[in-house]
Protein backbone atom coordinates (compact mmCIF):
# COMPACT_ATOMS: atom_id res chain seq x y z
CA UNK A 1 0.00 0.00 0.00
CA UNK A 2 0.88 3.50 -0.84
CA UNK A 3 -0.49 7.09 -0.26
CA UNK A 4 1.56 9.76 -2.50
CA UNK A 5 0.60 12.97 -1.23
CA UNK A 6 0.97 16.19 -3.94
CA UNK A 7 0.56 19.90 -4.90
CA UNK A 8 2.51 21.49 -1.83
CA UNK A 9 4.47 24.57 -2.25
CA UNK A 10 4.79 28.42 -1.67
CA UNK A 11 1.73 30.54 -1.78
CA UNK A 12 1.20 33.82 -0.67
CA UNK A 13 -1.35 34.48 2.60
CA UNK A 14 -4.59 35.09 0.89
CA UNK A 15 -3.96 32.54 -1.92
CA UNK A 16 -5.20 28.67 -2.81
CA UNK A 17 -3.52 25.15 -2.93
CA UNK A 18 -5.33 22.03 -3.97
CA UNK A 19 -3.55 18.85 -2.45
CA UNK A 20 -3.78 15.47 -3.60
CA UNK A 21 -3.47 11.94 -2.38
CA UNK A 22 -2.63 8.97 -4.84
CA UNK A 23 -3.47 5.81 -3.14
CA UNK A 24 -1.93 2.64 -4.97
CA UNK A 25 -2.21 -0.99 -3.40
CA UNK A 26 -5.90 0.12 -1.88
CA UNK A 27 -9.34 0.32 -2.76
CA UNK A 28 -10.14 4.14 -1.26
CA UNK A 29 -13.92 3.01 -1.01
CA UNK A 30 -13.42 0.64 1.89
CA UNK A 31 -11.68 3.64 3.90
CA UNK A 32 -12.47 6.81 5.58
CA UNK A 33 -9.75 9.57 4.47
CA UNK A 34 -8.23 12.25 6.27
CA UNK A 35 -5.76 14.96 5.77
CA UNK A 36 -3.81 16.24 9.02
CA UNK A 37 -0.73 18.73 9.25
CA UNK A 38 2.44 19.23 11.54
CA UNK A 39 4.43 22.46 11.99
CA UNK A 40 7.86 21.98 12.66
CA UNK A 41 8.37 21.57 16.31
CA UNK A 42 4.48 20.86 17.04
CA UNK A 43 2.57 17.92 16.97
CA UNK A 44 0.42 16.27 14.58
CA UNK A 45 -2.94 17.96 14.25
CA UNK A 46 -6.30 16.83 12.40
CA UNK A 47 -7.43 19.18 9.72
CA UNK A 48 -10.39 17.37 8.06
CA UNK A 49 -11.90 13.87 7.33
CA UNK A 50 -14.40 12.38 4.69
CA UNK A 51 -16.48 9.20 5.27
CA UNK A 52 -16.70 5.87 2.79
CA UNK A 53 -20.01 5.70 3.83
CA UNK A 54 -22.26 8.93 3.03
CA UNK A 55 -19.16 11.06 1.96
CA UNK A 56 -19.96 13.16 5.27
CA UNK A 57 -17.41 15.77 5.88
CA UNK A 58 -15.89 17.30 9.27
CA UNK A 59 -13.38 19.89 9.66
CA UNK A 60 -11.02 21.63 12.06
CA UNK A 61 -12.28 25.28 13.66
CA UNK A 62 -9.36 26.49 11.98
CA UNK A 63 -10.03 25.65 8.53
CA UNK A 64 -13.93 25.22 8.54
CA UNK A 65 -15.13 27.72 5.63
CA UNK A 66 -11.93 27.83 3.97
CA UNK A 67 -10.88 24.20 3.40
CA UNK A 68 -12.66 21.85 1.62
CA UNK A 69 -11.96 18.03 1.28
CA UNK A 70 -13.47 15.47 -1.10
CA UNK A 71 -12.45 12.27 -2.78
CA UNK A 72 -12.54 10.47 -6.05
CA UNK A 73 -12.74 6.49 -5.27
CA UNK A 74 -13.04 5.32 -9.35
CA UNK A 75 -9.26 7.30 -9.49
CA UNK A 76 -8.32 6.17 -5.35
CA UNK A 77 -7.41 9.54 -4.76
CA UNK A 78 -8.28 12.45 -2.03
CA UNK A 79 -8.01 16.07 -2.46
CA UNK A 80 -7.86 18.71 -0.23
CA UNK A 81 -9.10 22.60 -1.73
CA UNK A 82 -7.00 25.09 0.58
CA UNK A 83 -8.40 28.45 -0.17
CA UNK A 84 -7.67 31.77 2.05
CA UNK A 85 -4.36 30.30 3.30
CA UNK A 86 -2.86 32.05 6.17
CA UNK A 87 0.59 31.87 7.52
CA UNK A 88 -0.45 29.34 10.03
CA UNK A 89 -1.54 26.99 7.69
CA UNK A 90 2.10 26.34 6.85
CA UNK A 91 2.61 22.85 7.73
CA UNK A 92 3.40 19.25 6.14
CA UNK A 93 0.73 17.98 4.82
CA UNK A 94 -0.14 14.39 5.26
CA UNK A 95 -3.06 12.18 4.37
CA UNK A 96 -4.48 9.09 6.30
CA UNK A 97 -6.71 6.34 4.70
CA UNK A 98 -8.23 4.24 7.87
CA UNK A 99 -11.10 2.21 9.27
CA UNK A 100 -12.34 3.42 12.24
CA UNK A 101 -12.29 1.89 15.24
CA UNK A 102 -9.42 -0.41 13.81
CA UNK A 103 -5.75 -0.07 13.86
CA UNK A 104 -5.66 -0.60 10.16
CA UNK A 105 -4.38 2.66 9.01
CA UNK A 106 -2.51 3.91 5.93
CA UNK A 107 -0.02 7.18 5.71
CA UNK A 108 1.26 9.07 3.24
CA UNK A 109 5.04 10.82 3.33
CA UNK A 110 3.61 14.27 3.22
CA UNK A 111 3.95 17.52 1.33
CA UNK A 112 5.12 20.54 2.31
CA UNK A 113 2.83 23.99 2.07
CA UNK A 114 4.57 27.20 2.66
CA UNK A 115 2.16 30.46 3.30
CA UNK A 116 4.63 33.45 3.20
CA UNK A 117 5.25 36.52 1.46
Known amino acids: VQLVESGGGLVQPGGSLRLSCKGSGITFGRYALSWLRQELGKEREWVAT????????NYANSVKGRFTISRDDAENTLYLQMNSLKREDTAVYYC???????????WGQGTQVTVSS
Open 50 to 57: ISNVDDGT
Open 96 to 106: KAFIPRSDNDY
